[in-house]
């Protein structure tokens, strides 16, 4: 039977990592996905997550099974790191996913029994969409970025988001927008707030980058302003990022309901999705991402190593910016400064890009995504010399 089925298109930011791993050009930049890299490249275990795992492996008594929606003290420590401490949390229920993706496909199934289109922005992660299709939405896409000025068309998008129908679902990027980087400031958050809830539209926000961008609080701010007006409300988070566990595979999956009864029964159903995708989440980044949050100077710690990654992208981004400023004494990559987290957009088309990596061996995504972390300092003006060259 197998010889009736083609293979699939590769997924074109993982296929990056093996062409990246099989050049062998000693100069070769790898700017392809979107994982957090040091000075050195590397993408080092935190710290705090392997003092987190010296105490898991010291103390854990028994691997028997949690419930579908997992570890519940991994449950109850992620609301506030996601929603604050004045969050409505009777209204708000979370279960551990495997990553933010599981979070994604569940919550999408579960939206799926409710509602038939989704509101996807173009662009977005190309998994966003997938899922979707998956889960049977019918998928509508709301312009989101202005490729002319690198920045977001809110007039744009909230002329397409009013064009909705009552109850179509609409994803949202919390903070660092995957791929463009650029973010709605607060008071087109609050101006969407007021669109949502007039439309009746419902909100999913993804959660992927919190603390890469202006930091841990800041970046929840547009989930916890929604959260404090929407009736309801779904949000995907993933540990991947913002913990450094990315093949463990932890996120979460919250829903938030116009009353606790409301919210237990969406939960009810929301696992129900979880037991025929996966049954239960893995533990073990569950387990680290818990006993960091639950231990003060733990936390405090944790915290001190986000913000050397997030600090470190925003001095990349600033040298970015001047190095393209003194190349093309032009303020054209301003934008550069002002997005925020591992992506942004850098204007190039596809054949530039494939000759970016031909030529000079920078390897970005088809669309001219790079992540701005792969790059070293003293590489950036080697990379905007490249960049400013194939555009001509
Ligand atoms: N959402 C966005 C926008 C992402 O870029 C990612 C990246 O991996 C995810 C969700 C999910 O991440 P993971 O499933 O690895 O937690
Ligand atoms: O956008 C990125 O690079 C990350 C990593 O199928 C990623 O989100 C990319 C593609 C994919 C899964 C994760």
């Known amino acids: 039977m197998f010889e009736k089925l083609q293979a699939p298109p590769p997924d074109k930011i993982l296929s990056l990592i093996s062409a990246y791993a099989e050049d062998t050009r000693p100069n070769k930049i790898d700017l392809g996905v979107g994982v957090y890299r040091d000075e050195t490249g590397a993408t080092p275990v935190l710290e705090t997550v392997r003092e987190a795992e010296r105490r898991l492996l010291a103390t854990q008594k028994t691997k028997s099974y949690f419930g579908m929606g997992g570890d519940p003290a991994f449950c109850r420590a992620i609301v506030p790191l996601i929603f604050g401490t004045d969050a409505p949390s009777d209204r708000i229920r979370a279960l551990q996913t495997?990553?933010?993706?599981?979070?994604?496909?569940?919550?999408?199934?579960?939206?799926?029994?409710?509602?038939?289109?989704?509101?996807?922005?173009?662009?977005?992660?190309?998994?966003?969409?997938?899922?979707?299709?998956?889960?049977?939405?019918?998928?509508?896409?709301?312009?989101?970025?202005?490729?002319?000025?690198?920045?977001?068309?809110?007039?744009?998008?909230?002329?397409?988001?009013?064009?909705?129908?009552?109850?179509?679902?609409?994803?949202?990027?919390?903070?660092?927008?995957?791929?463009?980087?650029?973010?709605?400031?607060?008071?087109?958050?609050?101006?969407?707030?007021?669109?949502?809830?007039?439309?009746?539209?419902?909100?999913?926000?993804?959660?992927?980058?919190?603390?890469?961008?202006?930091?841990?609080?800041?970046?929840?701010?547009?989930?916890?302003?929604?959260?404090?007006?929407?009736?309801?409300?779904?949000?995907?988070?993933?540990?991947?990022?913002?913990?450094?566990?990315?093949?463990?595979?932890?996120?979460?999956?919250?829903?938030?309901?116009?009353?606790?009864?409301?919210?237990?029964?969406?939960?009810?159903?929301?696992?129900?999705?979880?037991?025929?995708?996966?049954?239960?989440?893995?533990?073990?980044?569950?387990?680290?991402?818990?006993?960091?949050?639950?231990?003060?100077?733990?936390?405090?710690?944790?915290?001190?190593?986000?913000?050397?990654?997030?600090?470190?992208?925003?001095?990349?981004?600033?040298?970015?910016?001047?190095?393209?400023?003194?190349r093309t004494n032009s303020a054209a990559y301003d934008f550069l400064m002002e997005s925020r987290g591992m992506f942004s957009l850098i204007g190039v088309t596809e054949e530039q890009a494939k000759r970016l990596r031909s030529e000079f061996g920078i390897y970005l995504v088809d669309d001219g995504r790079i992540n701005i972390a792969g790059l070293k300092e003293d590489q950036i003006d080697t990379f905007v010399e490249a960049v400013v060259t194939v555009k001509g």
Request: net charge negative; hydrophobic share 45%; glycine share 8%.
């Open 98 to 326: 495997p990553g933010g993706s599981g979070a994604l496909s569940i919550l999408m199934g579960f939206a799926a029994k409710l509602t038939k289109r989704i509101h996807i922005p173009d662009p977005s992660w190309g998994n966003h969409a997938a899922i979707a299709k998956h889960s049977r939405l019918e998928i509508l896409r709301y312009p989101y970025f202005d490729a002319a000025t690198s920045r977001v068309n809110f007039p744009a998008m909230k002329a397409a988001l009013e064009k909705a129908e009552a109850g179509d679902l609409v994803l949202l990027h919390g903070c660092c927008h995957n791929p463009t980087g650029a973010d709605l400031s607060r008071e087109e958050w609050s101006e969407l707030a007021d669109l949502l809830i007039e439309k009746k539209l419902l909100a999913l926000v993804d959660l992927a980058y919190q603390g890469f961008g202006d930091g841990l609080d800041e970046d929840a701010w547009a989930v916890r302003h929604l959260a404090s007006r929407l009736p309801e409300m779904l949000v995907a988070s993933s540990c991947s990022k913002n913990f450094g566990i990315y093949r463990d595979r932890t996120g979460a999956a919250f829903v938030l309901g116009k009353t606790s009864q409301e919210a237990a029964v969406a939960e009810a159903q929301v696992m129900m999705e979880a037991r025929t995708g996966y049954s239960m989440p893995p533990d073990h980044g569950a387990a680290v991402v818990r006993i960091i949050l639950e231990d003060e100077a733990l936390y405090a710690a944790w915290r001190a190593e986000l913000e050397t990654m997030r600090s470190r992208i925003a001095d990349l981004r600033r040298g970015l910016a001047e190095s393209f400023r003194r």
